[in-house]
């Protein structure tokens, strides 16, 4: 039996008419739980990243859907709401993936039974993300057990952003392997890149220091020299898209580490649930819309003052210019493999049509087995 998320940052009420999501934009300080019943609430949360990372983004945007039928299921409603929900955040797929799948299984029943299948398939979004999530883990731990067998000491991974159970229904991407083989006993510590502007390395952190996981915050500059010196065995990544041909975008300075990662020698893994794969994207750096947020985020910073309050301080002198983009694209040639459900693939075109073949048949094996 699979064991339990670490953490479950999205818990849907059993009448599945609201949401429970821990607000992160207080994490890692304060730990404190939201209730979602709207559409323009869920739109809200994934704006201001209360909720954030890829797949936790689709399966809000899911039930933000299903809050918006509850009041209005004809056709110009769901279109209207899917467009509000989708414009919310433009990077990660996950969020259009997750809204094309509610629409596309919605539009051709009648409205009056539009609800109830949103709530069902809502629910399905997430158990398939958990499980996803989780058999990411089984095959990153088979990847670290090779690579403790080769050193005999513990292992050193290093992760940037947080992809962990934060940033999905359950489990994480990224965190995935490592939250396994801590269960399977393999040592290793975390390097943790602390992300700047948001410092999502602080929610990893939290996540790892709950778990009781070893780990180091690093500043995001750290991961070069750590490398160079030979203190990191791997690195592992979440994405908020991937291209057909394996070019992965992920929060910005993930290209960084994969250029240090590339002259190190370093093993560099992209930890990906399927619906992270845009198949329509033929070359990543012009394709994909890279957010530009609010430049505040690099101007000030969020942090607890010495007496416990939580304060923003400004880092910089009032009226300097700053810059933010949230993402960055790493091409596939710098990566070593992407890790998906259905196990490890080269990050090329062929090496992902062959898990594209592999998802088809998977599906119709689910199908076959469960026929709708
Ligand atoms: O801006 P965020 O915090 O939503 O960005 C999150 C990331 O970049 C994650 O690494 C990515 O979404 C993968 S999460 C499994």
């Given at each position: 039996m699979r064991p339990v998320s670490p953490v479950r940052p999205l818990i849907p009420s059993p009448d599945g008419l609201s949401i429970e999501v821990i607000d992160?934009?207080?994490l890692p300080h304060q730990s404190h739980v939201v209730k979602l019943s709207t559409r323009d609430e869920v739109a809200h949360a994934i704006h201001s990243m209360i909720v954030r990372g890829a797949p936790l983004i689709g399966a809000s945007a899911a039930w933000g859907l299903v809050f918006a039928l509850r009041d209005h299921a004809s056709n110009q409603a769901l279109e209207e709401s899917c467009a509000i929900l989708n414009?919310?955040?433009?990077?990660?797929i996950n969020l259009a993936w997750a809204l094309k799948r509610m629409r596309d299984h919605l539009l051709p029943l009648p409205p009056s039974d539009r609800f109830e299948a949103a709530q069902r398939e809502a629910r399905a979004i997430c158990e398939e993300d958990e499980s996803q999530n989780y058999a990411i883990g089984q095959h990153g731990l088979a990847i670290l057990q090779a690579l403790y067998k080769q050193k005999q000491r513990p292992l050193r991974v290093l992760t940037h952003c947080n992809a962990g159970a934060l940033a999905t229904v359950?489990?994480?991407?990224?965190?995935a392997p490592l939250y396994l083989a801590q269960l399977a006993g393999v040592p290793f510590k975390v390097w943790v890149d602390e992300t700047r502007p948001r410092n999502q390395g602080a929610l990893t952190a939290w996540e790892l220091h709950r778990a009781g996981i070893q780990h180091t915050y690093i500043a995001d500059n750290a991961g070069g020299h750590l490398m160079q010196h030979g203190l990191v065995d791997c690195v592992i990544v979440g994405a908020d898209r991937v291209s057909a041909q394996g070019d992965v975008c992920n929060k910005i300075g993930t290209y960084l580490k994969a250029l240090a990662a590339k002259e190190a020698g370093i093993p560099f893994y992209a930890a990906v649930?399927?619906?992270?794969?845009?198949?329509?994207?033929?070359?990543a750096l012009k394709e994909i819309p890279i957010e530009e947020r609010n430049a505040d985020e690099v101007t000030w910073v969020q942090g607890l003052t010495k007496e416990g309050k939580l304060e923003s301080v400004r880092v910089t002198p009032v009226g300097v210019e700053s810059g933010n983009a949230a993402f960055d694209v790493t091409p596939a040639r710098l990566i070593t493999g992407i890790l998906t459900e259905q196990g490890l693939f080269a990050a090329t075109l062929s090496g992902l049509q062959s898990l594209q073949q592999q998802l088809t048949l998977s599906q119709e094996s689910t199908e076959k087995h469960h026929p709708v």
């Open positions: 992160q934009t207080l414009a919310t955040r433009p990077t990660a359950g489990w994480g991407t990224a965190l649930p399927s619906p992270t794969l845009d198949w329509t994207i033929q070359d």
